[in-house]
């Protein structure tokens, strides 16, 4: 084998983009410290939950991990002496509650390596880098005239997949970059399938994706390598990023929000649409666009990643666009993440939330029609438009792109059909999991409902009202016993209250529960 003699069976099955939120059940005190129970809950099933037991230290030793992200987070401060009276711990109690509910819903560190294992422990509790480093070396083996530079430690945001910088032996001044990555939950492809496509990725050419050098593949990971951009991507480029630094560092909390000219805006979405609207014509799954997965390249636009698809990595926004039951095929997963990248191109900054109700000023209205048409309020409810509709649009209609390179893919006609059902499989499990969410939605809305004020006064209004007619039924009904005792002649005195005239209702209501 190219690298890793004795693969692990079987992909990744957990899906690293599904929220977790946490809820500090209760504190307990010890000799010298408190100790806080948090329940954990990953998407929306409260049976995929579990416990951990953490100390202030522990949120210590994280929040100063998290420092990198240069965020200022709202921990609680020390306190040394009266750190264990009941009220300072409830209030603390409080405060970590306060610190959980920031970091688990930022979409950047939320999806951190350094969160995710304070959290989920026993699923993140291996060092992948480790593992990269061990599974890289075992492709040295086979191909000796590479060598490793350094490793580019948490440049990207997925947990499993990690880069190395690079250079050829007899070329020492070139630099190039490789990345490893582990099968995901959405790997569909056979074996035999997914490897051979794989290795067609260097054959890929078009003057809008970024060439891959080198690329192999086996039963549950795969290798790529390309060449390392001094300029780094659109997102660097937004920014103002160094491509090496870490992501957290990068882009969690930029010095200076601005965002690109308007020319640039027009250019590089036009780049980018054509791209995607030459895999979707080729049938190729793409599902993954970012500012971070398309590299800058003088004037142009390269659509990084082709692989993450055929790996069965779960997208960036996946949290965003599974959200909404319209949004429920790859090619309108594209449209949907180009209105986030446009977004950020356009202001400098992702939105605070999808969907957008309302736009800043733009360079331009063509620009927030585009917007509009891929994050509004009622764009995610009607879905999205096609990318040859968003082609036509104002805002690209008139860029002319000069380029004289001819687009190459040629993908077999049976690995076509391959890639067909294994886009059907992904887009298949997005509409379960949207269908889920919906119906926890639904039932959420209605059991909030059920709980407000104002259903508690209505039900209690209709409860006074069956109490009262039950109780005339049952005056009607005793009156009637009696009334039928002294027509049968049976000597019984007669009722103070005759049937013609019943105990009035509101006397027996009176005791009637509530």
Not at 91 to 96: A, D, T, Y
Not at 215 to 230: K, P, V
Not at 350 to 376: G, I, K, Q, R, Y
């Amino acid at each position: 084998m190219a690298f890793m003699e004795k693969p692990p069976a079987g992909k990744v099955l957990l899906d690293d983009t599904v929220p977790l939120t946490a809820a500090i059940e209760a504190s307990q005190s010890l000799q010298s410290h408190t100790e806080y129970i948090i329940r954990v809950q990953r998407g929306i099933s409260v049976e995929n939950s579990w416990q951990i037991v953490r100390r202030y230290s522990d949120f210590d030793l994280l929040n100063n991990s998290l420092q990198i992200a240069g965020l200022s987070l709202p921990l609680p401060p020390k306190k040394l002496i009266g750190n264990m009276d009941r009220e300072f711990i409830a209030e603390r109690q409080k405060g970590l509650q306060n610190y959980l509910n920031v970091i688990t819903t930022n979409h950047i560190l939320s999806n951190c390596e350094l969160v995710k294992k304070f959290l989920d422990p026993n699923n993140y509790s291996a060092s992948y880098t480790e593992i990269a480093l061990q599974q890289v070396s075992m492709f040295f083996r086979s191909e000796p005239k590479w060598e490793v530079v350094e490793p580019l430690k948490d440049i990207g945001w997925r947990i499993r997949k990690k880069y190395f910088l690079m250079k050829i032996k007899n070329q020492p001044k070139e630099r190039l970059v490789l990345s490893w990555a582990d099968l995901g939950p959405d790997k569909y492809l056979s074996d035999k399938d997914f490897q051979y496509l794989i290795k067609l990725l260097p054959s890929c050419l078009h003057p809008y994706i970024y060439r891959v050098t080198f690329a192999t593949a086996n039963e549950s990971s795969a290798l790529l390598i390309r060449m390392f951009n001094e300029k780094g991507t659109l997102k660097d480029l937004i920014y103002k990023a160094k491509p090496k630094d870490p992501f957290l560092r990068k882009y969690c909390n930029p010095k200076k929000i601005q965002g690109l000219e308007l020319q640039q805006i027009k250019t590089y979405g036009r780049q980018i649409l054509e791209v995607l609207k030459f895999l979707h014509d080729k049938g190729f799954p793409y599902g993954h666009l970012h500012a971070s997965n398309v590299m800058l390249e003088g004037d142009a636009c390269r659509l990084l990643d082709l692989e993450n698809s055929l790996l069965g990595l779960p997208s960036f926004y996946r949290s965003y666009f599974s959200q909404f039951r319209k949004i429920n095929t790859l090619e309108s997963v594209d449209v949907h993440c180009f209105g986030h990248l446009l977004y950020e191109m356009t202001y400098g900054r992702p939105p605070d939330s999808v969907p957008v109700d309302s736009f800043p000023p733009a360079p331009s209205m063509a620009v927030v029609a585009v917007l509009e048409s891929t994050l509004s309020c009622e764009a995610c409810k009607n879905g999205m438009p096609t990318v040859s509709r968003l082609l036509q649009m104002p805002l690209f209609s008139d860029v002319l792109l000069t380029t004289s390179e001819k687009p190459q893919f040629k993908i077999p006609t049976k690995l076509k059909e391959a890639l067909r059902i294994a886009k059907e499989c992904i887009e298949k499990r997005l509409i379960e999991e949207q269908k889920q969410i919906h119906q926890h939605r639904r039932l959420t809305r209605a059991q909030s409902h059920h709980g407000s004020e104002e259903e508690r006064k209505k039900r209690k209004i209709l409860a006074r009202k069956k109490s009262k007619r039950s109780a005339v039924e049952n005056n009607e009904e005793h009156s009637a016993k009696y009334s039928n005792s002294n027509n049968s002649g049976s000597g019984a005195s007669s009722p103070l209250t005759s049937p013609s005239s019943p105990t009035p209702p509101s006397t027996a209501v009176e005791h009637a529960p509530f």
